[in-house]
Each structure stands twice: as C-alpha cells, then as structure tokens.
C-alpha cells in the first residue's frame, strides 16, 4: 500500500462514524456570518454557478450551496455521507452527489465548475494528497473560477491524529506555494483561530488565471 493509499484507509476508519457531525450542526452559522474570516472571505467567491464542494460529511454546507448555486455537485470519501446529504437535499433539483476514490475529482468535467467549496476536510491531509486535489481543482475549474480551501496552518510535525484535532503540517505561506506550482494564483489567506490553537488553520482562496497570466508566470521561471 503506498502512503496515500493508507492515509486514505486511515481516513476511512475516522470518519465513517465521528461525533463530529452532530457537534459541527451547531456552528454552521457561525462560518456563513460575515463577520467572521469564513464569512469574510465568501465575499470574494461567487456560489451562484456550478458549485463543486468535497468533502460534503453530512451536508450541513450543501444544504446552503444548494440556495444560492444554479447547480452543486458534492462528493465524500464515504458513500454513506453522500447518501446522507442526498436525503437531506431531498426536494433539490440543482445537486448531484458522488461517492470520491479520496485522491481526485474524477466525476467531474474539465473546465466546467465556477467555483470549489472545501471545509474541514484538507486541514487533515497530507501535503502530497493535497498536491493531488489542489491539481484536480485546478483541471475542473473554469478559467477565472476560484476555490476556497480550509487546511492547516500548524508549522509542527505532529504525533498522533489526537494532537491538534489531527492536523497534518502546512502553513498559509506553503499552502499558497503549492497553489501557485500548480498553476493558481493566490487571491486572498486568512488564518482561523481555534479553541486548541490561535491562528491554528488557514483559508485560502485560489484562482485559476487566464491565459495571459499564466504565460506571464511560466516566463518568469
Ligand atoms: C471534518 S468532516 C467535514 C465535513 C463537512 N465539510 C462539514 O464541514 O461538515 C471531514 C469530511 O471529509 C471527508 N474526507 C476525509 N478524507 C477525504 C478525502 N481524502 N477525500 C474526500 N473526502 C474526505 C470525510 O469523510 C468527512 O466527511
């Protein structure tokens, strides 16, 4: 088994029953208010269009895409969350839902999402897995379609899952880096504070850029 192979098993046992979900019910809000760095971000995001979120857990973020989004497409590691969050949609013409390999967005088209909606799931892993969503985003993105990604910002190597709610090492300044190799440009970081931690994860939002930009970029190099 490689590494990903095994984070993904890993992953599979955490999150096919967590205490999370019913506990996270109650701070929705808490992330769509605009006064917080969540909310304060969205302003720069446009959930009106094809609206990809991964990682859906139990639908509590869907469940608003669907209000605003002429069409969300959501996807989970574990097939009983996607039906969760189907039956919690239930009535919604605009969603489809797919169960994810974990590694990619291989249900999806290239080039035919406005925006990606990510929270709670990439502040758990590993930076390579992280390359591979971050290069999928970029593959399913529009041209000047944007995502917003929660991870990580805890600049440690940490011993166990339990340590810090489990969050694997990165930081804002790595986690734009990445972006960036992978042909984004960083739009606008934020970083969250949390009861365990201050300044414990970041938000970024990405953009694909067009086609002048990117030439201008890959002549720098
Ligand atoms: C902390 S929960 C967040 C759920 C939801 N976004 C929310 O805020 O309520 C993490 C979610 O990520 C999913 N997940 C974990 N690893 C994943 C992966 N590699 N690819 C896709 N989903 C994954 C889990 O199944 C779980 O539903």
Sequence with gaps: MTGIEEELERAKDIWAASEFYTNAENSTEYFWDPETPFGRLLEDIDLKGYVLEFACGHGRHTEILVRHAKKVIFS???????????????GSKNAVGYHSDGKSLSFCKSSSIDTVFSFGDMIFM????????????????????????????????????????????????????????????????????????????????????????????????
């Design 126 to 221: 590993s930076p390579d897995l992280i390359e591979l969503y971050l290069r999928d985003i970029y593959r399913v993105l529009k041209v000047g379609g944007r995502a917003i990604l929660h991870h990580s910002n805890v600049d440690a190597d940490l011993a166990s899952f339990s340590a810090l709610g489990g969050r694997f090492r990165m930081t804002c300044e790595k986690f734009a880096s990445m972006s960036e190799d992978v042909g984004f440009s960083v739009v606008r970081q934020a970083t969250v504070d949390h009861s365990l931690a201050p300044a414990l994860d970041g938000l970024t939002i990405v953009e694909k850029p067009g086609l002048k930009l990117k030439m201008r970029r890959s002549k720098r190099r």
């Design 76 to 90: 989970d590691l574990i097939h009983r969350n996607v039906d969760l969050t189907l039956s919690r949609l239930a």
